[in-house]
């Protein structure tokens, strides 16, 4: 527990920091859930617990090792993010890859954008508007029954893209035979 406390700190003075500075709306964490978001990358929301310091400015541009500079992203994440000397650069970006439905970084995601849209559209025209709360705790649910796969290109751990439209197409499925549920309930 030591350890890990030790280990986390780092993670713990960028969250007190940043907690202050970024709406939680502009990363993947929340900042009232410690406890469940320590370990998750605040770009892309996948849990991981090898979390690295990214600098908002690069090291090589004058960027300091203070946790006002420090966002804890994954590998691939940190691979992404820009080198620029303008750290609102850095925090926008984390925030375009925001999807305000999973609240993970749709950046890494536009690849569902063509299933996401009809399977949301058919729902839509089948069951009226679209609970997001419920299809959220739902693609969270899905994603928990998934792994991620340890890369053959050094890229590190990741999911897969088959793996994450799975989640899209099953969450949906899933949304659709709770709407059915409660008709036939009825």
């Not at 966002?71 to 940190?78: A, F, K, R």
């Not at 899933?174 to 008709?183: H, I, M």
């Amino acid at each position: 527990m030591e350890l890990s406390m030790k280990k986390n700190k780092w993670i713990k003075d960028c969250w007190d920091y940043h907690s202050k500075h970024i709406d939680d709306h502009d990363v993947a964490v929340e900042w009232g859930f410690w406890d469940e978001d320590q370990s998750k990358c605040w770009c892309c929301g996948r849990k991981t617990s090898h979390l690295q310091k990214c600098h908002l400015v690069p090291k090589s541009l004058g960027g300091t090792f203070e946790p006002s500079n420090i966002v804890p992203l994954c590998g691939q994440c940190h691979d992404d993010a820009p080198d620029v000397y303008d750290r609102k650069v850095m925090i926008g970006w984390i925030k375009d890859q925001q999807n305000p439905v999973s609240k993970l970084g749709l950046g890494r995601y536009w690849h569902l954008w063509d299933k996401l849209v009809p399977l949301a559209t058919e729902t839509y025209e089948k069951y009226g508007e679209l609970d997001q709360e419920e299809l959220q705790d739902i693609i969270r649910d899905n994603y928990e029954k998934t792994s991620v796969h340890g890369g053959q290109t050094r890229q590190g751990m990741y999911w897969k893209n088959s793996t994450r439209e799975w989640v899209i197409e099953r969450s949906f499925k899933d949304y659709q035979l709770n709407r059915e549920a409660e008709e036939w309930e009825d």
